[in-house]
């Protein structure tokens, strides 16, 4: 997949030193990552680092590459049925928020330079930040986003299987734009969990069943949710992770008791802070104790520290995938890939990457911006002075401190 890369972890978190390839900028070493305590309160029941061929699951699975789960209140039980899942390796990609508000209309594709790598993949995820619709009025807040019809292809087009829609701009045209988005990620095959026409569905993990047979479960919730944006029994909305993470946490206990592997997106955390939060910290620890095997934030709009513990990786924001330079946010990003051998995880690695003059994610492999995006995934992140005015940081030739494609491998 990619040449280059500056961020790794071993299910066994052992220290280990690499040189990604050849050429003047070999020595460039892979820093890797022991293992780390991210939160204060630590899930009771510790698993042992080792993977296994099987997993307990109900007797009654099916394989529907979309399927509404709904979230019980207790932990569902698996049944004594026992099914064999390959344990080849196998690779989930995340990237950040996607807005395509101003890209699409232009006819700019924003993922040219990724979409090789997404497509390769067997999973790729990022948040979706703005919602697919030409109808609809305007929620009554600054920025409201949404993209034409055409931007759903444009997702699909890119090797994206997955997109969490729990966020604080998903009903910014109403519920007739959330209800046009579902349609439309519908109908090019794109999952998309965390909202829906109720809180049922809204709660409701989204289940992919993969060749080797591992079932992975996506669950999203948003802990920014402007007024009126919960869903209800009678209400279409977001999963709702400010004032209903009990029903959350449910979600992923159900979806960790009858799938193999449970992906957690996450809208949290502050705008501009490169530092998680302690709400954010807390709310982590609660969902490793469900059963998250990986939790991807996003909203603060900048890349903050990738973490693990107990065999969950916790990537606190991925920063802006797709998002052009007039809203005036930094360009530093990146993908996360996640490793799995069958149902565990074996291993991560971060690309750093930079946003375009277009809002498309650019790899990169030395300079500032670089050393700087290293610093932030290691853990050595500053809090944000508020008085400071944002920055938007962009690679003004798409030619400048570029690394080699991907595709060329």
Known sequence: MYRRYIFVANVAFLL???VACAGPEAEKAIFVARETTPVRAQPSDQQAMTSTTTKPKPSDQNTNQQTDVAPTTEAVAPSATTTTIETRPWTLLAGGDVLLDLTEPEGVDPFAKVQPDLASAEVAIVNLEMAITERG???NKEFVFRAPGSAALTLAGAGIDVVSIANNHILDYGSVGLSDTI???DEVGI????????NAEAYAPRIMTLDNGVRVAFVSATAVVPGGFAATAERPGVADA???IPRVLAAVRAAAASNDVVVVSVHWGIERETCPSEEQRDLAAELIEAGASLILGHHPHVLQPIETFDRTVIAYSLGNFAWHPRYGITGDTGVLEITFDGSYVEGYRFYPHVLDYRGGATPI???????????VIEGRCEQHDPESPPTSEVLDDPATDVAPSPAAD
Request: proline share 6%; no cysteine.
């Open 16 to 18: 280990t030193l690499t």
């Open 137 to 139: 009025e305007p929620y």
């Open 183 to 185: 349609s439309v990620l």
């Open 191 to 198: 999952l998309r969990p965390g909202a829906g026409s109720n």
């Open 242 to 244: 400010k004032w209903a």
């Open 365 to 375: 492999s030395s300079g500032d911006r670089y050393d700087r995006i290293v610093d």
